[in-house]
């Protein structure tokens, strides 16, 4: 089995529903998030996927979220839009473009993240 990861880092605001804390007020984190894909099957040159494509796919799921209040986002519109929820629409959004897309983490400090697989 081959893992490959690739790590783009977005920036945007939100704030958490229903929690009792700092948290339900509105605030920014800068997001490092971590896009993995594992699979058996090679290519000709012996890569599972270019690690460009990985790039360049979630790189477009970012770019909506960058610089939004990811509150206002039809897709987070009533829910808590935690770490988890954030890591869990980017999977969904990934395996639509990456099928082989086996795991999605999302820091929101260098010592706090939270991912998310099936």
């Not at 935690?82 to 959004?93: F, L, M, N, P, R």
Request: a negative charge.
């Amino acid at each position: 089995m081959f893992e490959l990861k690739v790590q783009i880092y977005f920036a945007a605001a939100h704030h958490l529903l229903n929690y009792n804390g700092k948290c339900e007020n509105m605030h920014g984190h800068n997001w490092l998030v971590e896009a993995f894909v594992c699979g058996t099957e090679l290519d000709k040159s012996n890569i599972l996927v270019d690690y460009k494509v990985i790039k360049s796919n979630l790189k477009e799921v970012l770019d909506y979220l960058d610089h939004k209040d990811i509150n206002e986002l039809p897709e987070f519109k009533g829910i808590s839009p935690s770490s988890e929820v954030i890591a869990k629409y980017i999977y969904a959004e990934m395996k639509k473009r990456i099928p082989i897309t086996s795991k999605i983490s999302v820091w929101e400090t260098s010592t706090s993240c939270a991912s998310y697989w099936e």
